[in-house]
């Protein structure tokens, strides 16, 4: 699993990145950070001057996120639930990708991040439009996901948590026939697609920044 939904929706990541001028000695917090893929993406590009801190509401995920960045001096693990995120400094962006869609309240976890960084710093949100994903034109669906829809309603949540939306858009990445599409949809719903064509769940991203004053 490690390594695959970095690899197909490594675009977003990289978009939302680029976007928002993510460099050198910047301090973020992901929050929901699981295998730590996003998190070892931004600690490459913040590098050893600037700090990744890795939250995750699941004790196992820290070992997970220390393993993958065990390279990376400037990751630190951390076990906290989202609703209660407290870091040790302000930082400048606060990423969430694939997390909301599971929180029970996903409005208080986005006004925590929005507490979490600095005035005028960046509250980025990732999360996907399952029901308009396809197999062979079919809808995907995800019943163990709280809110598997969350990305059609992100731009007013990021709105709602007292966030200014500065931009907000939707990929997805998609194939037919073997390949790292169809073994992320195995992997995510246990389906084999054969040949079938797939457009995975689209991942809405919205830059929300925080206001100054
Ligand atoms: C689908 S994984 C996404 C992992 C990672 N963000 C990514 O995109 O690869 C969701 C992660 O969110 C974590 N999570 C779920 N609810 C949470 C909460 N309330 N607070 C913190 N983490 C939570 C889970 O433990 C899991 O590791």
New binding site residues.
């Given amino acids: 699993m490690k390594g695959l ?2 690899d197909v ?1 490594r675009r977003p ?1 990289a978009t939302a990145l680029e976007r928002l001028g993510l460099g050198p000695g910047w301090r973020c917090v ?10 070892v993406a931004l600690a490459e590009v913040v590098g050893r001057e600037g700090r990744v801190y890795a ?4 004790p ?2 820290r070992d997970v996120v220390a393993a993958a960045a065990a390279e990376f001096s400037q990751v630190l693990a951390i076990t ?6 407290t870091l040790p400094e302000p930082v400048d962006l606060a990423f ?4 909301l ?4 309240d996903p409005v208080p ?1 986005l006004a925590r991040m929005a507490g979490a960084v600095r005035p005028g710093g960046w509250v980025v949100a ?1 999360e996907p439009i399952t029901s308009a994903g396809r197999v062979d034109g079919a809808p995907l669906s995800m019943p163990d996901a709280r809110h598997p829809d969350i990305g059609a309603l992100l731009p007013a949540l990021v709105r709602d948590a007292g966030l200014e939306v500065v931009d907000a858009w939707a990929e997805a990445p998609a194939g037919a026939g073997p390949g790292p599409v169809a073994d992320y949809l195995a992997s995510l719903t246990e389906m084999d697609p054969g040949d079938d064509p797939i457009v995975l769940p689209p991942l809405v991203t919205v830059l929300g920044r925080r206001p100054l004053a």
Wanted: charged share 25%; proline share 0%; net charge negative.
């Fill in positions: 939904r970095d929706y990541l992901d929050v929901g950070a699981g295998g730590g893929d996003v998190a939250v995750d509401s699941d196992l995920a906290q639930a989202a609703e209660d995120l969430c990708r694939f997390l869609l599971h929180v029970l976890v990732q």
